[in-house]
């Protein structure tokens, strides 16, 4: 991905100094989660806010909005599939270290009630083993408001060297 004429490929080290970085000014979270969203353009549709972010973890939530809606007024299940893999995402990007890479091969996703209003998922991911090619699997759960689980998610990522 491009940013303002620069290159930028998802590394931990990378990812963690922006989110460093965001943390200091007014509206970086928003900001860092704008740029998070650009790098997978698709995922980047769903406007998921990044509220904690550390090596192998990560906390973000989802407003209910009517573009995400499907006809039950509820969250549209593509839209909670894509929420959950951008927080195991996150989860596993915020540990690679420079010259590794990852994606889902295999998502899997349990829908337990509507999911209705601003919707949570946190995401501790297995540490990685550098300068291998592994599969990982990284499950996260998603909460509505109440703290009651509406989804549990569990992605499959093969993460390897470039």
Not at 24 to 38: M, Q
Not at 135 to 161: F, K
Request: with cysteine; hydrophobic share 45%; proline share 4%.
């Amino acid at each position: 991905m491009s940013l303002f004429g620069l290159k930028f490929e998802a590394n931990g080290e990378r990812l963690m100094t922006l989110w460093n970085k965001a943390q200091s000014i007014p509206g970086g979270r928003h900001l860092f989660s704008h740029v998070a969203g650009r790098m997978a353009p698709y995922t980047g549709t769903i406007k998921a806010l990044v509220e904690a972010l550390s090596p192998g973890y990560a906390r973000l939530s989802m407003a209910d909005r009517k573009a995400i809606r499907n006809h039950l007024q509820s969250v549209h299940a593509v839209a909670l599939v894509n929420f959950i893999e951008k927080t195991t995402g996150m989860a596993m990007v915020s540990q690679f270290p420079v010259g590794m890479r990852g994606i889902v091969t295999h998502i899997e996703v349990e829908f337990v009630k509507k999911a209705r209003g601003r919707l949570s998922a946190e995401c501790h991911a297995p540490k990685i083993k550098p300068a291998s090619k592994e599969q990982y699997v990284v499950c996260t759960d998603v909460t509505d408001q109440e703290g009651t689980i509406v989804a549990h998610g569990r992605a499959t990522w093969l993460v390897g060297l470039v």
